[in-house]
Nanobody
Framework: QVQLVESGGGLVQAGGSLRLSCAAS????????MGWFRQAPGKEREFVAA????????NYADSVKGRFTISRDNAKNTVYLYMNSLKPEDTAAYYC????????????????????WGQGTQVTVSS
């Protein structure tokens, strides 16, 4: 089982930036695909971005393409989500997720394709 701890959320004005971090432990980090999901009140959890075990392949939701960047540091067992040009509709709890990945494929976007989840960090974007 993987333990995931997110940090970096907060309150920011529209147009601003934030960097989320997710520290992983309990498994060899370099064999995990990692993802970020978000959930706003009253809505289902939705995919934001994911990165392959090597960091060489990334996948983004259309709503964040060009604004958000996912990256990972396998030496630090940490995955990051850089969020720029934030909009009020980006307001949500952001969750880090992980799953074992035997090969370095394009990471999937489905909630059910990730097995371990963090507790979430709140991002609030004011207009």
């Amino acid at each position: 089982q993987v333990q995931l701890v997110e940090s970096g959320g907060g309150l920011v004005q529209a147009g601003g930036s934030l960097r989320l971090s997710c520290a992983a432990s309990g498994r060899t980090f370099s064999i995990l695909r990692m993802g970020w999901f978000r959930q706003a009140p009253g809505k289902e959890r939705e995919f934001v971005a994911a990165v392959s075990r090597s960091g060489g392949k990334t996948n983004y939701a259309d709503s964040v393409k060009g604004r958000f960047t996912i990256s990972r540091d396998n030496a630090k067992n940490t995955v990051y989500l850089y969020m720029n040009s934030l909009k009020p509709e980006d307001t949500a709890a952001y969750y880090c997720a992980a799953a074992l990945s035997p090969v370095d494929l394009l990471p999937p976007s489905g909630v059910l394709q990730y097995t371990d989840w963090g507790q979430g960090t709140q991002v609030t974007v004011s207009s």
